[in-house]
């Protein structure tokens, strides 16, 4: 199968200029292993049946030999010979001149100690799985990293030929590669099911080594399922995980840990800016999958369970907008957050650039909530205008102000196309959106 370039590409050709090493991670089965192929004159695979014991046998012994070969080499599955780690973490440090030689990529199911970091040597990078725009089902006409750096950038016009029905499919199917050397839909189905199954029996035990309850933790992967995207205690996930299971509250945060390790789920971090006197921040964390189709899969949901139960796609939609725009941000150094308080002010994303700027943005199912949603924002720059306002009102003594917004964008799955309102708000169908 041809390759696809990746959104992650452009990035590990800088790094590859900068470091030595590149450790790639992410969840299983979200392309690490081929991206890293496509760079490497070598690849030394642990898990080649053939050459295993001879590979294994030479990292174990004298692992520097396996660093000889012709370069840039992959070391794919390295955790089984956790040693070249330190081999390549001393030949990064003897030739501080090198860049571009070395790529690693693992299981996320198999932890290993190393004696040594690899800080300052060995780049680390996180892989999602495949966007919209990388399985071809977004346009890629509007770039999210544009509408914020340039005023001038024009959106409108740019068609949305991505329909409700697809991106049903889409949700259900995930971003697996895999699934692009597939012709038969019902088959691409099946592979968002089989890892479902292997986290919960097999992933989850063979981290660490540590056996655990696959019962236990496939109704929590169903309990964070019914909540992604949403800010929910974790005692309230817990508490649906107890209805049926006896088990323990410190157990389930152990059980959490290792589904953050597998890189299942993720939290959403809050941005919390004390823009409203006497306001309370909702500080909490938004829960979400690193692809949505794993909790689709423990749901039992198929794409034609969405035509009766647009609510529950709301909360799909935005878990897969919120995966997309943490992958666009490995890439371009950015950071993604939410904010919500206890007077219904409220951003589904603010994603940030490093250089401070920042959009607030929020994800909707249906054309009809556009308004809705562009009257949220609209208030919510004018809560941040006001604060700063009331901020200098003492010129002697001024309190904290915050940046404006430089972008208010409603991105939208059923727009039939992308155009600034006249009050400047972006709405931009999510079967356009790009990095």
């Not at 990529?105 to 892989?127: A, C, Q």
């Not at 991106?167 to 697996?176: D, E, Q, R, S, Y």
């Not at 006001?386 to 102000?401: R, Y």
Request: aromatic fraction near 8%.
């Amino acid at each position: 199968m041809e390759y696809i370039r990746r959104i992650i590409d452009d990035e590990l050709d800088v790094r590859a200029m900068a470091f030595n090493a590149i450790n790639i991670v992410g969840p299983k089965g979200c392309g690490k292993t081929r991206t890293a192929q496509e760079r490497c004159e070598t690849v030394i695979e642990f898990q080649d049946e053939d050459k295993r014991e001879a590979y294994l046998s030479v990292a174990e012994t004298n692992p520097s030999l396996l660093l000889k070969n012709n370069k840039p080499i992959l070391f794919d599955e390295w955790q089984d010979a956790p040693k070249i780690w330190g081999s390549i973490r001393k030949n990064c440090d003897d030739n501080p001149e090198s860049v571009g030689e070395y790529f690693l990529t693992g299981s996320t199911s198999k932890r290993v100690d190393t004696p040594h970091t690899g800080t300052g040597r060995i780049s680390e990078i996180t892989m999602y799985p495949m966007t919209l725009f990388e399985l071809g089902e977004s346009n890629g006409s509007v770039s999210i990293t544009k509408i914020i750096e340039d005023d001038s950038y024009d959106i409108d016009g740019q068609l949305n030929n991505t329909s409700l029905e697809k991106l049903f499919t889409v949700a259900c199917i995930g971003g697996w590669p895999r699934c692009l050397a597939l012709s038969n839909e019902k088959a691409k189905l099946k592979i968002a099911k089989d890892y479902f199954n292997q986290i919960y029996t097999k992933d989850a035990s063979n981290i660490d080594g540590i056996k655990r309850n696959p019962e236990w933790m496939r109704t929590l992967i169903w309990s964070y399922a019914r909540n992604m995207a949403t800010t929910a205690k974790k005692t309230s996930i817990f508490a649906d995980v107890k209805a049926t299971q006896e088990i323990t509250d410190a157990t389930l945060f152990s059980y959490v840990e290792v589904l953050e390790k597998l890189y299942v789920i993720k939290d959403i971090d809050a941005w919390t800016p004390q823009i409203r006197s006497k306001t309370a921040i909702r500080a909490a964390k938004k829960h979400i999958f690193l692809d949505q189709s794993i909790a689709l899969a423990a749901l039992g949901i198929a794409p034609d369970y969405f035509n009766n139960d647009l609510d529950l796609f709301g909360h799909v939609l935005e878990n897969m907008v919120l995966r997309d725009l943490l992958s666009y941000a490995e890439v371009h150094d950015a950071h993604v957050k939410h904010y919500t308080d206890d007077t219904g002010l409220e951003a589904d994303a603010i994603y940030e650039l490093a250089d401070g700027r920042y959009a607030l943005i929020e994800v909707k199912t249906g054309a009809n909530q556009i308004d809705a949603a562009e009257k949220s924002l609209l208030k919510f720059r004018d809560v941040i205008r006001t604060h700063n306002e009331k901020a200098l009102e003492n010129e002697k003594h001024p309190k904290p102000v915050y940046r404006e917004p430089s972008a208010l964008i409603v991105i939208c799955a059923n727009a039939p196309m992308a155009y600034t309102t006249k009050n400047g708000v972006k709405v931009v169908p999510y079967g356009c959106l790009r990095d």
